[in-house]
């Protein structure tokens, strides 16, 4: 009698618990995988984590940001992806001038040691930061360690905005006021203001109005002894003419300049007490401010030459802040509407950039009587103010 062939034994179903434990590791891995993925720079769902400290106010003034920032209006994939492209960028830049120079590669990233001030950046030769150091968002928010203090319709807007073009500039887009409207608020608060920086970079801030505020330089002092500073000066004539035309678009109803120039006109006697007169009265304010600096730490910048050759005027200023001189000629172009220069390529962007429609304004005609009395008037105020600067700015 034939046997049958045994049938194979049923295959019984995983139990259970395995099947489940299989998930979890697979769960896991796939989870690594995600965050080893995100930290090699090819996640673009990530938010980016370095932030513009104070992006809103630099965007109020016109300022486009930090050099790290996004842009608001995007998208947080892309904002994070703009932001990582521009850090990649800066990490070449630095790449490029450390091949190219490399016994200066202290000059160019140490600004921070030499700048000093209390909340300097370190001294040292500032090494090339690598991209996952730069997106983990390490950096540090510090005091000032350059203030651009004066003058008011000098050109401050102008030289900070060619400033924030150079890779190892940081600058806050707002005026702070720290010194002479906000200063019970404390050096926490104001030091928050600031980007973030890395180590060989210059923090920065403008506010010209401390230049004539008597309280403003024993308090910078205060904060920091190494304090650099950078004053913006023009003819005074011409900034008092500047200074009225921009009260004139905001209140069109106020006294001629002729009237608020004297207090007598009959006599000819200047009413020194009227701000757009007395902030040209440069030698005075400089008095205050030698009482706490020394002369060669105070960088003065003619207003005239920073029309006429920003390039130039640019130079002095980077080397001053001890930085490589790298903006030049080919960062300008002359804009002959507005009629001073502007950026060919602005700060974290690839367009042309002019200043603000409130920049440049058309000057009322001035009795030329009065012009003349105004530049009898400065002249013995200049030339003390050549005699204590070392500087002739052509003004008479």
Request: one cysteine or more; charged letters at 25%; aromatic letters at 10%.
């Amino acid at each position: 009698m034939a046997v049958s062939a045994a049938a194979p034994p049923a295959t019984e179903p995983l139990p259970r618990s395995i099947f489940k434990k299989f998930l979890v590791m697979l769960c896991s891995l796939l989870m690594s995988l995600y965050v080893f993925y995100c930290l090699a720079d090819r996640c673009q769902t990530l938010p980016g984590p370095i932030i513009a400290a104070g992006a809103a106010s630099e965007e109020e003034e016109g300022g486009g940001g930090g050099y790290l920032g996004g842009s608001a209006e995007l998208p947080p994939w892309q904002a994070a992806a703009a932001r990582r492209k521009r850090l990649l960028q800066r990490l070449k830049q630095r790449r490029r001038r450390q091949e190219a120079a490399p016994g200066q590669e202290v000059a160019a990233g140490g600004g921070g040691s030499r700048a000093g001030g209390s909340g300097g950046g370190g001294g040292g030769a500032a090494g090339t930061p690598g991209t996952l150091t730069l997106l983990l968002g390490e950096g540090t928010k510090r005091l000032p360690q350059a203030i651009i203090i004066g003058v008011k319709k000098g050109g401050t807007r102008a030289l900070l905005e060619f400033l924030r073009v150079h890779p190892d500039v940081r600058a806050v887009g707002a005026e702070p006021h720290f010194f002479d409207r906000n200063y019970e608020r404390g050096l926490a608060w104001y030091r928050d203001l600031m980007p973030r920086t890395l180590e060989g970079q210059i923090t920065m801030e403008k506010t010209p109005s401390y230049f004539v505020t008597k309280e403003a330089p024993a308090r910078i002092s205060s904060m920091s002894k190494g304090t650099k500073l950078i004053v913006v000066v023009r003819d005074p004539v011409t900034r008092a003419i500047s200074d009225y035309t921009q009260t004139l678009s905001k209140k069109p109803d106020i006294p001629t300049f002729e009237s608020l120039t004297f207090k007598n006109r009959t006599t000819g006697l200047i009413d020194t007490s009227w701000s757009a007169i007395q902030i040209g009265i440069y030698a005075k304010h400089l008095e205050n401010w030698l009482l706490y600096f020394p002369i060669g730490q105070i960088l003065f910048v003619s207003g005239e030459r920073l029309i006429s050759d920003p390039a130039g005027e640019l130079g002095r200023v980077q080397d001053f802040l001890g930085l490589k001189r790298i903006i030049t000629d080919k960062h300008f172009y002359f804009n002959k509407t507005k009629g001073f220069p502007c950026l060919k390529k602005a700060e974290g962007s690839s367009k042309p950039h002019c200043l603000g429609k409130t920049k440049g304004r058309t000057h009322p005609d001035i009795d030329q009587e009065v012009v003349q009395r105004l530049r009898d008037f400065y002249r013995p105020f200049n030339m003390k103010f050549y005699q204590m600067t070392g500087q002739d700015f052509g003004w008479d």
